[in-house]
Protein backbone atom coordinates (compact mmCIF):
# COMPACT_ATOMS: atom_id res chain seq x y z
CA UNK A 1 0.00 0.00 0.00
CA UNK A 2 2.23 3.10 -1.51
CA UNK A 3 2.91 5.85 1.12
CA UNK A 4 1.03 4.16 3.97
CA UNK A 5 2.25 2.68 7.85
CA UNK A 6 1.50 -0.96 8.36
CA UNK A 7 -0.87 0.55 11.11
CA UNK A 8 -2.49 2.64 8.74
CA UNK A 9 -2.82 0.21 6.26
CA UNK A 10 -4.30 -2.36 8.91
CA UNK A 11 -6.96 0.77 10.14
CA UNK A 12 -8.27 0.68 6.44
CA UNK A 13 -8.58 -3.19 6.73
CA UNK A 14 -10.23 -3.05 10.06
CA UNK A 15 -12.57 -0.52 8.93
CA UNK A 16 -12.81 -2.16 5.79
CA UNK A 17 -13.94 -5.24 7.57
CA UNK A 18 -16.64 -3.70 9.40
CA UNK A 19 -18.64 -2.94 6.64
CA UNK A 20 -16.60 0.69 6.07
CA UNK A 21 -17.02 1.16 2.04
CA UNK A 22 -14.58 4.07 2.10
CA UNK A 23 -12.00 2.15 3.49
CA UNK A 24 -12.20 -0.77 1.03
CA UNK A 25 -12.61 2.04 -1.99
CA UNK A 26 -9.09 3.37 -0.58
CA UNK A 27 -7.55 0.01 -0.61
CA UNK A 28 -8.54 -1.01 -3.87
CA UNK A 29 -7.55 1.98 -5.51
CA UNK A 30 -4.07 1.17 -3.77
CA UNK A 31 -3.47 -1.51 -5.38
CA UNK A 32 -5.52 -2.06 -8.38
CA UNK A 33 -3.11 -1.00 -11.00
CA UNK A 34 -0.06 -2.89 -9.65
CA UNK A 35 -2.50 -5.76 -10.06
CA UNK A 36 -3.33 -4.58 -13.77
CA UNK A 37 0.42 -4.36 -14.44
CA UNK A 38 1.06 -7.56 -13.43
CA UNK A 39 -1.88 -8.93 -15.41
CA UNK A 40 -1.34 -7.55 -18.81
CA UNK A 41 2.44 -8.80 -18.49
CA UNK A 42 1.60 -12.30 -17.31
CA UNK A 43 -1.17 -12.46 -20.10
CA UNK A 44 -0.24 -10.42 -22.99
CA UNK A 45 -3.40 -8.78 -24.01
CA UNK A 46 -5.17 -5.65 -22.30
CA UNK A 47 -8.38 -7.53 -22.80
CA UNK A 48 -7.65 -10.61 -20.66
CA UNK A 49 -5.60 -8.53 -18.06
CA UNK A 50 -8.75 -6.40 -17.65
CA UNK A 51 -10.82 -9.53 -16.84
CA UNK A 52 -8.06 -10.97 -14.79
CA UNK A 53 -7.53 -7.75 -12.78
CA UNK A 54 -11.43 -7.84 -11.97
CA UNK A 55 -11.19 -11.22 -11.08
CA UNK A 56 -8.10 -10.70 -8.70
CA UNK A 57 -9.72 -7.44 -7.25
CA UNK A 58 -13.00 -9.33 -6.00
CA UNK A 59 -10.65 -12.33 -4.59
CA UNK A 60 -8.87 -9.54 -2.76
CA UNK A 61 -12.34 -8.42 -0.95
CA UNK A 62 -13.44 -11.73 -0.19
CA UNK A 63 -10.38 -13.05 1.71
CA UNK A 64 -10.06 -9.54 3.62
CA UNK A 65 -10.76 -11.13 6.67
CA UNK A 66 -8.34 -13.20 6.30
CA UNK A 67 -5.25 -11.16 6.05
CA UNK A 68 -3.20 -11.42 9.09
CA UNK A 69 -0.24 -9.14 8.84
CA UNK A 70 2.43 -11.75 8.63
CA UNK A 71 3.86 -9.63 5.90
CA UNK A 72 2.77 -6.28 4.01
CA UNK A 73 -0.45 -5.98 2.76
CA UNK A 74 0.92 -5.35 -0.78
CA UNK A 75 2.81 -8.19 -0.87
CA UNK A 76 -0.21 -10.48 0.03
CA UNK A 77 -2.62 -9.23 -2.55
CA UNK A 78 0.68 -10.08 -4.89
CA UNK A 79 0.52 -13.76 -3.53
CA UNK A 80 -3.90 -13.90 -4.49
CA UNK A 81 -2.81 -12.49 -8.09
CA UNK A 82 0.80 -14.53 -8.89
CA UNK A 83 -1.49 -17.83 -7.91
CA UNK A 84 -4.65 -16.81 -10.14
CA UNK A 85 -2.89 -15.43 -12.94
CA UNK A 86 -0.56 -18.68 -12.91
CA UNK A 87 -3.32 -20.65 -13.18
CA UNK A 88 -5.62 -18.42 -15.58
CA UNK A 89 -6.42 -20.49 -18.58
CA UNK A 90 -8.59 -17.95 -19.83
CA UNK A 91 -6.52 -15.96 -21.94
CA UNK A 92 -5.92 -16.45 -25.25
CA UNK A 93 -2.34 -17.16 -25.15
CA UNK A 94 -3.30 -19.65 -23.06
CA UNK A 95 -5.09 -21.14 -26.12
CA UNK A 96 -2.02 -20.03 -28.57
CA UNK A 97 1.05 -20.64 -26.53
CA UNK A 98 4.15 -19.28 -27.90
CA UNK A 99 7.40 -20.23 -28.17
CA UNK A 100 10.68 -18.17 -28.66
CA UNK A 101 11.31 -20.60 -31.70
CA UNK A 102 8.05 -19.46 -33.33
CA UNK A 103 8.63 -15.71 -32.71
CA UNK A 104 11.97 -15.83 -33.84
CA UNK A 105 10.83 -17.93 -37.18
CA UNK A 106 7.94 -15.46 -37.61
CA UNK A 107 10.09 -12.61 -37.37
CA UNK A 108 12.79 -14.10 -39.61
CA UNK A 109 10.49 -15.40 -42.35
CA UNK A 110 7.23 -13.82 -42.07
CA UNK A 111 6.18 -11.71 -46.10
CA UNK A 112 5.81 -8.56 -43.80
CA UNK A 113 6.70 -7.15 -47.20
CA UNK A 114 4.08 -8.53 -49.20
CA UNK A 115 0.79 -6.98 -47.16
CA UNK A 116 -0.72 -4.19 -48.41
CA UNK A 117 -1.76 -1.08 -46.71
CA UNK A 118 -3.61 -1.69 -43.87
CA UNK A 119 -3.28 1.41 -41.56
CA UNK A 120 -6.65 2.84 -42.61
CA UNK A 121 -5.26 6.26 -42.09
CA UNK A 122 -3.98 6.01 -38.91
CA UNK A 123 -0.17 7.42 -38.20
CA UNK A 124 2.19 4.99 -38.69
CA UNK A 125 4.16 5.81 -36.54
CA UNK A 126 1.45 5.61 -33.85
CA UNK A 127 1.11 2.14 -34.59
CA UNK A 128 4.68 1.19 -35.26
CA UNK A 129 4.91 2.54 -31.10
CA UNK A 130 1.97 0.36 -30.67
CA UNK A 131 3.08 -2.64 -32.53
CA UNK A 132 6.58 -2.24 -30.39
CA UNK A 133 4.77 -1.85 -27.10
CA UNK A 134 2.27 -4.73 -27.89
CA UNK A 135 4.94 -7.38 -29.60
CA UNK A 136 7.73 -7.22 -26.47
CA UNK A 137 4.77 -7.53 -23.67
CA UNK A 138 3.46 -10.66 -26.31
CA UNK A 139 7.04 -11.87 -25.90
CA UNK A 140 7.13 -12.29 -22.40
CA UNK A 141 4.48 -15.32 -23.79
CA UNK A 142 7.21 -16.97 -24.48
CA UNK A 143 7.81 -17.91 -20.97
CA UNK A 144 6.43 -20.42 -19.07
CA UNK A 145 3.99 -18.81 -16.62
CA UNK A 146 6.12 -19.26 -13.44
CA UNK A 147 9.48 -18.12 -15.67
CA UNK A 148 7.02 -14.88 -16.73
CA UNK A 149 6.45 -14.43 -13.15
CA UNK A 150 9.73 -14.46 -11.93
CA UNK A 151 11.02 -12.21 -14.82
CA UNK A 152 8.27 -9.60 -14.28
CA UNK A 153 8.46 -9.24 -10.43
CA UNK A 154 12.30 -8.87 -10.57
CA UNK A 155 12.53 -6.70 -13.75
CA UNK A 156 9.35 -4.18 -14.05
CA UNK A 157 8.53 -4.60 -9.85
CA UNK A 158 12.60 -5.04 -9.23
CA UNK A 159 11.03 -6.64 -5.98
CA UNK A 160 14.58 -8.23 -3.33
CA UNK A 161 14.68 -11.97 -3.87
CA UNK A 162 13.04 -12.17 0.07
CA UNK A 163 9.92 -11.24 -0.95
CA UNK A 164 9.93 -12.65 -4.71
CA UNK A 165 10.74 -15.78 -3.32
CA UNK A 166 7.87 -15.92 -0.20
CA UNK A 167 5.48 -14.96 -3.39
CA UNK A 168 6.56 -17.74 -5.13
CA UNK A 169 6.88 -19.85 -2.85
CA UNK A 170 10.91 -20.85 -3.62
CA UNK A 171 14.29 -20.18 -1.95
CA UNK A 172 15.17 -16.31 -2.60
CA UNK A 173 18.82 -18.10 -3.54
CA UNK A 174 16.73 -20.17 -5.97
CA UNK A 175 14.41 -17.12 -7.27
CA UNK A 176 17.66 -16.02 -7.97
CA UNK A 177 19.40 -17.80 -9.85
CA UNK A 178 15.96 -18.42 -12.03
CA UNK A 179 15.71 -14.77 -12.63
CA UNK A 180 19.35 -14.37 -14.35
CA UNK A 181 18.42 -17.05 -16.36
CA UNK A 182 15.59 -16.08 -17.80
CA UNK A 183 17.31 -12.42 -18.14
CA UNK A 184 20.12 -13.87 -20.19
CA UNK A 185 17.17 -15.81 -22.06
CA UNK A 186 15.03 -12.57 -22.98
CA UNK A 187 18.38 -10.63 -23.73
CA UNK A 188 19.63 -12.88 -25.99
CA UNK A 189 16.64 -13.09 -27.74
CA UNK A 190 15.87 -9.42 -28.42
CA UNK A 191 19.38 -8.79 -29.13
CA UNK A 192 19.10 -11.58 -32.05
CA UNK A 193 15.98 -10.30 -33.57
CA UNK A 194 14.74 -6.69 -32.26
CA UNK A 195 16.19 -3.44 -34.09
CA UNK A 196 14.65 -1.72 -31.37
CA UNK A 197 16.09 -3.16 -28.24
CA UNK A 198 18.69 -5.29 -29.70
CA UNK A 199 20.84 -5.76 -32.58
CA UNK A 200 18.30 -7.50 -34.89
CA UNK A 201 16.81 -6.39 -38.29
CA UNK A 202 13.29 -6.47 -36.82
CA UNK A 203 11.45 -3.20 -37.47
CA UNK A 204 8.17 -2.07 -36.26
CA UNK A 205 8.10 0.18 -38.77
CA UNK A 206 8.09 -2.08 -41.65
CA UNK A 207 6.00 -4.69 -39.55
CA UNK A 208 3.14 -2.64 -39.26
CA UNK A 209 0.51 -4.21 -41.78
CA UNK A 210 2.06 -7.70 -40.95
CA UNK A 211 0.67 -7.17 -37.72
CA UNK A 212 -2.74 -5.79 -38.91
CA UNK A 213 -3.36 -8.62 -41.10
CA UNK A 214 -2.75 -11.13 -37.84
CA UNK A 215 -4.80 -9.62 -35.95
CA UNK A 216 -1.68 -8.40 -33.60
CA UNK A 217 -2.66 -4.65 -34.04
CA UNK A 218 -6.03 -3.33 -34.26
CA UNK A 219 -5.69 0.00 -35.81
CA UNK A 220 -8.96 1.57 -34.49
CA UNK A 221 -7.96 0.42 -30.96
CA UNK A 222 -4.89 1.49 -29.93
CA UNK A 223 -4.60 0.03 -26.55
CA UNK A 224 -0.79 1.07 -25.50
CA UNK A 225 -0.69 4.62 -27.21
CA UNK A 226 -3.74 5.74 -25.63
CA UNK A 227 -3.37 3.95 -22.15
CA UNK A 228 -2.35 6.58 -19.56
CA UNK A 229 0.95 5.45 -18.36
CA UNK A 230 1.78 6.28 -14.81
CA UNK A 231 5.34 7.42 -12.85
CA UNK A 232 8.68 4.33 -12.84
CA UNK A 233 8.02 6.42 -8.89
CA UNK A 234 4.73 4.02 -8.57
CA UNK A 235 6.66 1.26 -8.84
CA UNK A 236 9.05 2.49 -6.62
CA UNK A 237 6.17 2.87 -3.79
CA UNK A 238 5.43 -1.08 -4.46
CA UNK A 239 8.73 -2.33 -3.95
CA UNK A 240 9.11 -0.14 -0.28
CA UNK A 241 5.73 -1.51 0.33
CA UNK A 242 6.84 -4.65 0.04
CA UNK A 243 9.61 -4.49 2.58
CA UNK A 244 12.56 -4.47 -0.27
CA UNK A 245 16.50 -5.72 1.47
CA UNK A 246 18.47 -5.64 -1.77
CA UNK A 247 17.69 -5.06 -5.58
CA UNK A 248 19.10 -7.09 -8.51
CA UNK A 249 16.94 -5.40 -10.92
CA UNK A 250 17.79 -4.23 -14.52
CA UNK A 251 16.61 -2.03 -17.05
CA UNK A 252 13.88 -3.59 -19.74
CA UNK A 253 12.75 -0.04 -21.14
CA UNK A 254 9.36 -1.86 -22.59
CA UNK A 255 8.38 -2.75 -19.23
CA UNK A 256 5.82 0.58 -18.61
CA UNK A 257 2.98 0.60 -16.18
CA UNK A 258 0.10 1.93 -17.03
CA UNK A 259 -3.04 3.18 -15.22
CA UNK A 260 -5.76 0.07 -14.66
CA UNK A 261 -8.50 1.05 -17.87
CA UNK A 262 -11.48 2.88 -17.04
CA UNK A 263 -13.87 -0.15 -17.58
CA UNK A 264 -11.96 -2.25 -14.69
CA UNK A 265 -12.45 0.27 -12.23
CA UNK A 266 -15.86 1.30 -13.09
CA UNK A 267 -16.90 -2.43 -12.83
CA UNK A 268 -15.25 -2.76 -9.25
CA UNK A 269 -17.32 0.28 -8.32
CA UNK A 270 -20.56 -1.23 -9.72
CA UNK A 271 -19.55 -4.39 -7.16
CA UNK A 272 -19.29 -2.52 -4.75
CA UNK A 273 -22.36 -0.03 -4.99
CA UNK A 274 -24.54 -3.65 -5.35
CA UNK A 275 -23.07 -5.25 -2.12
CA UNK A 276 -23.41 -4.65 1.84
CA UNK A 277 -20.05 -5.81 2.05
CA UNK A 278 -21.10 -8.29 4.38
CA UNK A 279 -19.57 -10.77 1.85
CA UNK A 280 -16.16 -9.98 3.68
CA UNK A 281 -17.10 -10.10 6.94
CA UNK A 282 -18.44 -13.80 6.15
CA UNK A 283 -15.80 -14.69 4.14
Not at 2 to 21: F, M, P, S, W
Request: charged share 25%.
Amino acid sequence: MNKKTKEEVQELIDRATAGDKKALETLIAGVQDTVFNLSLRMLGTFADAEDATQDILLKMITHLSSFRGDSSFTTWVFSIAVNHLKNYKKHMFARYPLSFEYYGDDIENGKSQDVPDLTQNVEKNLLAEELKMSCTNVMLQCLDAESRCIFILGTMFKLDSRVAGEILEMTPEAYRQRLSRIRRKMAEFLGQYCGEYGGGRCSCKDRVNYAIQNHRINPLQLDYTTAAEISVQTMVDVKHAMEDIDDLSQDFSFCKPYQSPERTKHLIQEFLDSTQLSVIQKS
